[in-house]
């Protein structure tokens, strides 16, 4: 059974179909791949594109709301919850081991 070892939260306030990125940080600024303004080819429902060390994410929510994103680090895989009706699934290659959220501006 997985059991998970630590978390932690970020948020941030964008505009209704804007995108935003959890990827590498350093200092407080995006320096993982996808970067502001990195275009991705690998698109897939719903509007998330992946890199080597970050994830692009188009916003559906209401304009000036905020955008929460917990972070996890599990010993293992976790079962998905039944509340969960979406999921991206993937590794990322963080050198700095640092991860955080950004706007993109493309």
Known sequence: MAVLRTSA???LRIHQGSQFLITEVADGMPTGSPGPGEVL???TLPRIGAGPNGVDITSAVPPGC???VRYELWDAEP??????DRMWEGRLQL???RIGIA???P
């Open 9 to 11: 939260h970020d948020s």
């Open 95 to 97: 050198r700095t081991g």
């Open 41 to 43: 080819g690998r698109w």
């Open 66 to 68: 905020p955008i929460h």
């Open 103 to 105: 706007q993109c501006h």
């Open 79 to 84: 079962g998905p919850l039944p509340s969960w």
